[in-house]
């Protein structure tokens, strides 16, 4: 462990979950000192043989007793995707918005913090990080107003393109994001489905963006960064996917009811060395991860409420579950 890692001390909230589960590989690879804090809002349980406090984001009492024993938080922590977060609006709006509101107020340490590009929602041209923000859902407008927050500290905002692709052996994979989804269709049913297929995403690795948010700790940089790899419209990520599994395409004629249309510019983060990847996990990558797992059987069932948010969160609510 470098002398300048022994230095650093990371609280990684919400580090139970999808991303999570890359980010707490690398910084074990690379010798951090971390801790977890989660309350396991996605998961059932948590194996990861890492130091661990369940906790709520909106238990500010716990958090304000832990903040100082650390130098750098990373904050994944929130009720993620558009579908998820209309379930229960004032739960969106504590986790995502207000619980950031108070850690800018609260800690003065270095702060790394997860948005979205869904924030520039319907935009024909390129969107740099100076585009003015078109949020298009709750989602999104939580996310700004989140990052407004943070805006003057400490702190590095990372919007990230659609995370795709399997993170650690414990954390539970999402199949409501379009690489996944689309694959996992592919590999079940033979066929995909394509609403449109004219609107761009951005999209990347989910250990790739892993690695963007540990790059993040070693440097100085603040602001707003586009984190993605690639952009694709939609059609021709569906001809990739088919093209790797070998299914069918069927072009559905309705207008998808998403009428998010945006492609990034990177160039910042590329110029301030917050996308240098060990290896850069392309679209086949995922697919091929995916595909794999479904094929060989460790993938049960592909279509289960635990891999989709929005599902997950509807059964939690039905069940009385939120406090």
């Not at 540990?214 to 990520?237: C, E, P, W």
Request: proline share 2%.
């Amino acid at each position: 462990m470098s002398t300048h890692n022994k230095k650093m001390k990371v609280l990684v909230v919400g580090g139970a979950g999808y991303i999570g589960g890359s980010v707490t590989d690398i910084l074990q690879e690379r010798g951090i000192p971390f801790t977890v804090y989660d309350n396991l809002l996605y998961e059932h349980h948590y194996l990861k043989p890492v130091d661990f406090v369940f906790g709520d984001v909106r238990d500010t009492k716990k958090l304000k007793k832990l903040l100082p024993k650390y130098s750098h938080i990373i904050w994944l922590a929130a009720v993620v995707g558009d579908a998820a977060c209309q379930v229960r609006p004032s739960l969106t709006a504590e986790v995502n918005r207000d619980a950031v509101e108070w850690l800018s107020k609260n800690f003065r340490g270095r702060i790394v913090f997860t948005s979205t590009c869904s924030v520039y929602g319907e935009n024909i041209n390129e969107a740099k990080e100076t585009t003015k923000p078109k949020p298009l859902s709750l989602y999104a407008r939580t996310k700004i107003e989140a990052e407004n927050f943070l805006k003057g500290k400490d702190a590095v905002i990372l919007r990230l393109g659609t995370v795709f692709g399997v993170s650690d052996s414990y954390s539970r994979l999402r199949m409501d994001l379009a690489v996944n989804y689309m694959t996992a269709s592919a590999a079940t049913k033979g066929k995909l489905s394509i609403y449109g297929g004219s609107q761009w995403r951005p999209f990347i690795h989910v250990y790739n963006v892993a690695e963007a948010i540990v790059n993040t700790l070693f440097t100085q940089k603040s602001g707003v960064y586009n984190v993605a790899a690639l952009n694709y419209k939609i059609k021709d990520l569906g001809k990739e996917i088919a093209s790797i599994t070998k299914c069918k395409i069927e072009y559905v004629k309705s207008k998808s009811k998403d009428e998010r249309n945006y492609h990034i510019s990177t160039k910042k983060a590329e110029r301030s060395g917050l996308l240098k990847f060990k290896k850069l996990l392309d679209v086949p990558y995922g697919v091929q991860q995916i595909s794999s797992l479904i094929g060989s059987g460790k993938i049960k069932f592909a279509d289960s409420d635990v891999y989709f948010n929005e599902r997950h969160i509807i059964n939690l609510n039905n069940e009385n579950r939120f406090k």
